[in-house]
Every structure is written in structure tokens, then in C-alpha cells.
């Protein structure tokens, strides 16, 4: 007979044995403390660290992999196992730009556990989406949300609750709840963004997040990590930063934004003349780039699906208005082709 723990484990669905870091085995509440400066606060963080993170907490590394182990068990197995991808896909959920368009590029939203970054130049409307996310993230399934809180990390003091309110209002929901269910962090300085992801994850299981937005990503790095010789210790730690995002969206199953400037190139002839800042890491660690630019004049934006794991490039157009992103009507489409 088929008892209901294997039914369950069966399933992918692991009853979690353990709630809190004190719970598992070999930490005791003085190593427990040591792991929450190090930012673990939760056993699904300590499941997707390595044994070298531990070590600064005075682990040793056979100790490590037994408290990592212990860690994974209790997750759902779905996160762990590589013969479980198939299952982790299969849980992966998406979340709605609000336009449709834009969804229709992306297969349908914007994917949790994965990174989705959004580049473009100076009022490309990055943060725009960014804001809109916040607010539909917290829509049910069937509006194209996943009823959660969003988590904002706002490193050119660009958040502002004035145009939350305006898109709440479009999209019928009470900005004051909206506005409660988005937890804001400015960073001040590259380390400080890299403290704010480092020790968020008791935030994410508290608040039910599902979706982390970092705008801008690369900003601060940008601005003090100046000239040649420091770009390979900006690059080790932005890549440190995108791998911390990475390991929250898959933990957590969430969607995780990031965006980032364009810089000039100067020696392109052919093809496009920008590219985003961070080079290869970005690049690499980012599942899914998209790239916007404004249309000649007005409210609409293009977008287009640079990089993906798996979706064809493509491109499509939408608008920042009042109410927030929304699609450009077939009329308003012949209208600016008549001009
Ligand atoms: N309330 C509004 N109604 C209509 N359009 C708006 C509104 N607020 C912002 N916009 C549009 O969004 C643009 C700003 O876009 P956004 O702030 O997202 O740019 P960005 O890509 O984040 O730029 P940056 O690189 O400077 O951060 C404005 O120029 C305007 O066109
Ligand atoms: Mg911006």
C-alpha cells in the first residue's frame, strides 16, 4: 500500500520537516545567528547555498553539505533534483506585462525562476514596467498576476506610489491595499543593493513575494566601479548579485526584473549601435533580455525580445499612458501608418 508521505513524495510535494534554521540538524541558535549575518534567514535560502557561503560562520564544509542536504530535503524536491527539471518547469508561472503584445513575445508574461532584464535608453519606460509589474503581480491567476506582494529595490529613487495608485485604479483594485503589498528598499550604493538581496528572503516567505525588481540594476556599479582596472572586480560582483536573484526566483518561485542602460558603441557600423551595460555576466545570467526604445513620437514604445532560452526573437509595440501599459489599438495603428 501507497502511504499518503510517499503519495506526496510522489507527487514532488515534500511535507517540509523543517521551519526554521534552529530546526535543522548540527545549528544551534548561535550558528543559527551566525547564518542570518551572512543573510540566511530561511531554510529554503541554506537549501540553494554552497558549502563555501557557510564557511565564514564558522561551518567546516562536511558540516556544510549535511546542513545544505538537510535543507533540501525539506523543500519541495521539484527545486533539487536535476531528473525533477521536467516538474520544475511544469510549476514555472507568468505574469502579465498588461499588454498583451508584449505577452505575446514572451509566450504568454514574464516567467518565474528566471531573470527577465529590461534595456534601453534613458525614458524607454524600464521603470514604468517595473511599476506596473508591482501592481499586477498581486491580480489572480486569471487576471495574469500570481496574487503576491512585489519587493522593489530602487537604486535612482525612481519608485513612486502616485502612478501605482493611478494603475491600481485603472485595473479596479484599492491602491491603499495595492500600495501595502509592495515592499520598497532604496539602495544607496552598489554594496548596499548587494546587503538588501542578501538578506531578503525572510521578507519574500513572510510577504508572500512573488515578484523582485531591481531598477537599475547596474547603475551604482556603473558609476563606481570607474575605468578599466576595476571592471573585472565589477563584474565578479555583479555576477555574484544576478546569482543571488536567480537563486531567490527559483526558491521562491518568483519573477525576478532587473533593468539596465544602454551605453554607445562607438566602433559598430552594422547592425545596432547600443549595447547594455555589464557585458557578458548580464548577459549570460539573464534569461531573458528585452529591449526597448521609444517610437518616433508619443506614448509608444517598441520592444523586442533580444535573448531567450527558448522563444524566437520578435517584436512588438505597446504605450505608457495614464493608466499604465497598455496596448496600442488597431486604429491608433493605422492612424500613425497613415502619417
Ligand atoms: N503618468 C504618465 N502618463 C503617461 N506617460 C507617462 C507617465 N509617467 C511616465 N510616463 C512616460 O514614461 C516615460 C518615463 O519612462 P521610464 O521612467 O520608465 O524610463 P526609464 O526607461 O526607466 O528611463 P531611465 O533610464 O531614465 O531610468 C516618460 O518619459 C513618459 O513618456
Ligand atoms: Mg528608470
Redesign the pocket.
Known amino acids: 500500500m501507497v502511504t499518503e508521505e510517499e503519495e506526496k513524495k510522489e507527487e514532488g510535494v515534500i511535507k517540509k520537516k523543517y521551519e526554521f534554521l534552529e530546526d535543522l540538524p548540527g545549528i544551534g541558535p548561535a550558528t543559527a545567528q551566525k547564518l542570518r549575518e551572512l543573510g540566511f534567514h530561511t531554510v529554503e535560502s541554506l537549501a540553494m547555498a554552497t558549502a563555501r557561503e557557510l564557511e565564514p560562520a564558522g561551518i567546516s564544509e562536511k558540516k556544510a553539505f549535511a546542513i545544505i542536504d538537510a535543507a533540501r530535503s525539506s523543500i519541495s524536491v521539484s527545486f533539487i533534483r536535476a531528473d525533477e527539471l521536467l516538474k520544475m518547469r511544469q510549476s514555472v508561472l507568468r505574469l502579465t506585462t498588461g499588454s498583451k503584445a508584449l505577452d505575446k513575445i514572451l509566450d504568454g508574461g514574464l516567467e518565474t525562476q528566471t531573470i527577465t532584464e529590461f534595456y ?10 517595473c511599476h506596473q509589474l508591482c501592481v499586477n503581480v498581486q491580480l489572480p491567476p486569471e487576471r495574469g498576476g500570481l496574487c503576491g506582494a512585489a519587493l522593489y529595490i530602487d537604486t ?1 529613487n ?1 519608485f513612486r506610489t502616485e ?1 501605482i495608485v ?1 494603475m491600481s485604479h485603472h485595473l479596479g483594485l484599492d491602491p491603499e491595499q495595492v500600495v501595502k503589498n509592495i515592499i520598497y528598499a532604496e539602495a544607496y550604493t552598489s554594496d548596499h543593493q548587494m546587503f538588501l538581496l542578501d538578506n531578503v528572503d525572510d521578507i519574500i516567505k513572510q510577504n508572500n513575494v512573488k515578484l523582485i525588481i531591481v531598477d ?1 540594476l547596474t547603475a551604482h556599479f556603473r558609476s563606481e566601479y570607474l575605468g578599466r582596472e576595476m571592471l573585472a572586480s565589477r563584474q565578479q560582483k555583479l555576477n555574484k548579485h544576478m546569482h543571488k536573484l536567480i537563486r531567490l526566483a527559483r526558491a521562491f518561485n518568483l519573477v525576478a526584473v532587473v ?1 539596465n ?1 544602454v551605453m554607445a558603441k562607438p566602433d559598430v557600423f552594422f547592425g545596432d549601435a547600443v549595447h547594455p551595460v555589464g557585458g557578458h555576466i548580464v548577459g549570460h545570467t539573464s534569461h531573458t533580455r528585452i529591449y ?1 526604445r521609444r517610437a518616433a513620437h508619443g ?1 509608444v514604445r517598441i520592444a523586442r525580445l533580444v535573448s531567450s532560452p527558448y522563444l524566437p526573437e520578435g517584436e512588438e509595440i505597446f504605450k ?3 493608466n499604465g501599459i497598455e496596448d496600442v489599438s488597431e486604429e491608433e495603428k493605422s492612424r500613425s501608418r497613415g502619417r
Open positions: 534601453g535608453e534613458y525614458g524607454s519606460g524600464k521603470s514604468q514596467l535612482e525612481t502612478r493611478q537599475s533593468t542602460q526597448l506614448p505608457i499612458t495614464e
